[in-house]
């Protein structure tokens, strides 16, 4: 199993949980530690190695200790900090991500480092009940999983791909309001459901963008 370091505070952790790092095939390892990490280094090298750091001194100092022990790194180390000044920092640091990234931009830089695919948004597991309609027709449905771009459906009755539902979502915290949005159903997909008379499917976002949606996830993970 493809192993990734982070070294971050705790505070930061659950960002990267959400994001390309937090992979079934990966396993993701933290320490808040500059010293624990470059142990955690020598004894079990990583593909990866993330270091989220807010303060531009401080992160240099840190980067400067491991460049020390190891000048020559065999795996790509990606920052993730307001840095500018990329002369400062030790050649090993392949990539430099500002800290006010969203999981889209994040991940489609260290996809490729990482040398796997990613979505055009992280999937983040949350369950809604959603009310499905589509011409004068409706049924109960939830939600398995929500992106910026689409979500999977777990519906109680048949749906069909290629269609356009309209979805509302319900018992949102008062604090929460969002409008009905239409989605077009993708594709069944096999996998676990919650028993033999409900069908998982794919659906993409047709009416509005990413943002908004990323938005309203994060208001309701708050």
Do not use: W
Not at 47 to 52: D, E
């Amino acid at each position: 199993m493809r192993k990734i370091l982070l070294y971050c505070e705790y505070k930061h952790v659950e960002f990267f949980s959400r994001t390309i790092l937090k992979r079934e095939d990966v396993l993701l390892e933290h320490e808040s530690d500059m010293s624990l990490a470059m142990r955690n280094i020598l004894k079990s090298p990583p593909m990866l190695f993330m270091v989220r750091g807010v303060y531009e001194g401080l992160v240099e100092v840190h980067l400067q200790s491991l460049a020390q022990c190891y000048p020559k790194l065999p795996f790509p180390v990606v920052l993730m900090s307001d840095v500018r000044d990329r002369a400062k920092l030790p050649a090993f640091v392949k990539k430099v991500i500002p800290v006010d990234s969203g999981i889209d931009a994040f991940n489609e830089q260290v996809a490729g480092l990482m040398g796997v695919p990613t979505r055009r948004s992280a999937r983040l597991p949350i369950r809604i009940g959603l009310d499905l309609s589509q011409q004068n027709a409706t049924t109960i449905a939830n939600t398995v999983n929500v992106s910026g771009t689409g979500m999977l459906v777990e519906s109680f009755k048949p749906l069909i791909p290629g269609k356009v539902y309209e979805f509302r979502f319900m018992g949102l915290p008062k604090t929460v309001e969002f409008p009905p949005i239409s989605a077009r159903i993708v594709r069944e997909e096999a996998g676990r459901v919650m028993c033999d008379t409900t069908r998982n499917y794919a659906a993409e976002f047709v009416n509005i963008p990413p943002a908004t949606m990323e938005s309203f996830i994060s208001r309701i993970l708050a």
